[in-house]
């Protein structure tokens, strides 16, 4: 098993432009979630989905949106990067009473 | 407003001794804690969990205690090993719910 896997491990981006990470488990896991982490602020959820097709959102939902149209697959998307995008992005799923199985994370920067 | 937080940024112990990470929360929905073990350049990884209708859950070297009344819960590592520095994040959520709340981190540093 790869576990949870996030496709790009870096990217750097200007103001403006427009990018998707992916991620992928392979766990047959229901929920999965997408996760921004900054110096002194911990973990904060930005989306999360409980099953195929379906997403929600969480602490600081704005500027990004995901889509979940395969169970192993959720993608966020930046529409148009700013620099406060700047941030590591964690990858999670799990199953119901379980803890998060969390990707390496991919390293953004918003120049 | 921060729901879970980790009012010590940084910890050091002495390998063979007891390293206590502590955590504190606000919302009292809350009845699902986990404790989770970061390296560097790395995801977080699941250590324990504890629900609220248990007080102590111990996981071999790792016990994880919660006081209901004092919203307070902590994790205690017996004994430190040089092995276990890392940043630890406590979590919370309202039963099996669907968000998980982190706090801010505790950087846990076992000295040789």
């Known amino acids: 098993n790869a576990g949870v896997t996030q496709t790009p491990k870096f990217r750097v981006l200007k103001t403006g432009q427009s990018m998707t990470l992916l991620c992928a488990q392979d766990m047959n896991h229901e929920y999965m979630y997408w996760y921004r982490q900054d110096p002194g602020m911990g973990l904060r959820l930005i989306h999360y989905s409980v099953g195929e097709g379906t997403t929600a959102k969480g602490e600081v939902p704005d500027g990004y949106n995901v889509s979940r149209l395969k169970k192993q697959n959720f993608l966020l998307g930046l529409e148009s990067a700013a620099p406060s995008q700047t941030s590591v992005y964690f990858c999670a799923s799990r199953q119901r009473t379980r803890g998060q199985y969390f990707g390496p994370g991919t390293r953004l920067t918003v120049t | ?112």
């Open chain 2, 1 to 112: 407003d921060q729901q879970v937080k980790q009012n010590s940024p940084s910890l050091s112990v002495q390998e063979g001794r007891i390293s206590i990470l502590n955590c504190d929360y606000t919302n009292s929905m809350f009845d699902y804690f986990l404790w989770y073990k970061k390296y560097p350049a790395e995801g977080p990884t699941f250590l324990i969990s504890i629900s609220s209708i248990k007080d102590k859950n111990e996981d071999g070297r790792f016990t994880v205690f919660l006081n209901k009344s004092a919203k307070h819960l902590s994790l205690h590592i017996v004994p430190s090993q040089p092995g276990d520095s890392a940043v630890y994040f406590c979590a919370a959520s309202a039963g099996y719910g669907n968000q998980f709340y982190f706090g801010t981190g505790t950087s846990l540093t076992v000295i040789p």
